[in-house]
């Protein structure tokens, strides 16, 4: 999808709270608010979020030398989520249909979200996802169905990782599901906010369960035109590409592949994208 | 007080709610944004959050040459408010403390600012009034003694406006004290957002209780090295300042002389910078 012009303030926002957590210091904090300033006419409206937001982050790597300030926090995210993964299991057992207790699982650690963090309760959304109330009331597209008849029919599935720590969820979920196909698990090249990459996965064992492999992009999000070889392969030839979040979705919306989108809606933009509301979660 | 680096993404917001309401053409709502993209640079934290917006509110002036694209808005919020004034004075009559209610009714009337609108919701602001439970729990610093001492002894009041509608209810507050003591109500020079101006002020009778002057300013707040010369002499000798607004906060609020704020907290920085929470009232 395109970036709308609701996004620009929200691109100032996200700035200023990256800036924050690479230096204290507010004479910095302005300069880069300029850069960002500097960089407005240039986002063209034919852009998707995600291009917009790497060329923002490409200020941060040159200023800070590629620093992965998100580092301590994706750490975190990956131990707390770490914690919650025999509950999650425990309420999959539980359950009446396994796959869709899990992709509901799926979807609520999208909530685990840095670039939208302002709006939404982490704690508070795992609360109530672990007294099983999380999904009610809040779906919005959402065709399971539809999904668990592609799935069943897919050998090789790519699924498309979103954050760190979300991606403990993400393991319940392909633990449903990759005992009779290949899974193929992408993640981010390079440190961007909160995304989870290589080590992530590995740190949260996905690579005990798929193949996991790098996108070759260094944005917030799956842009085909910045992405490796090896991944353009997988991406064409996958029967079934399951993408997390609203990043992934922002830049593959408009792909002609047979994608199943899992998202959380985080911000006024994609809840109009959707003809969702926010908060609302999504399968489609 | 000095403008806040949050204060960037909101001017944004602010620019492109206010593009929309003059013109539906989206290059041009684009081209606005590059324009104040192009300020961000001048923006020194050493700027009131008014002389900001005066800065943006001239790119405005200068494209549609001066047009008054709230006057619709503005004369739509007078007529609102007008009808609830026969409701107003009702609940005045039957108080027990007619000064403290009128100067609740006074802040309650500051929600009606489209500067801050999406985070209110104005008919429910009204309706909680009216059932008389606006003020439960929503009070901030909240000095009413100090104010009703300081207002018995004062033999001339500036009141400075803030919005068109609102002023209905400084109307309300007005007429709880002017009959002791001359009143000078002061008014924006020029159109800016939703700010009353003295065609507001005889709309809504104020000049029937009260002197209405303009403040010579044409930005959202009470700059006043941009006001004129009749309303400094005035600003300088009155014996007590009713100020209204976060505008006119935010332009004010390092200024030594004897001036009593009354607002309501509408964004985080106004929050930050008070010590109180969104939406409380305050009267300091």
Redesign the interface.
Known sequence: MNAY??C???F??QA?EQARLFTGN?IV??EI??E???L??RFS?GLTPPEIAREMHKLFEKRFEGKDVYKTIKYQSNRRAMELYPKLKEKIAQSEDRLLTAVEFAIAGNVIDYAAKNTLNIEEEIQKLLKGDFAAGRKGVFEYESFRKDLGEAKTVLYLADNAGEIIFDRVFIEEFCDNRKVIFAVRDKPVINDALMEDAIFCGIDKIAQVISSGVDAPGTILKYCSGEFLNIFRQADLIISKGQGNFESLSQEKRHIFFLFMVKCPVIAKETGCKMGDIVLF
């Open positions: 012009l609701e620009i303030p929200c100032f926002r200023l507010e904090h302005k608010m300029n960002v300033a500097a407005v006419p409206l």
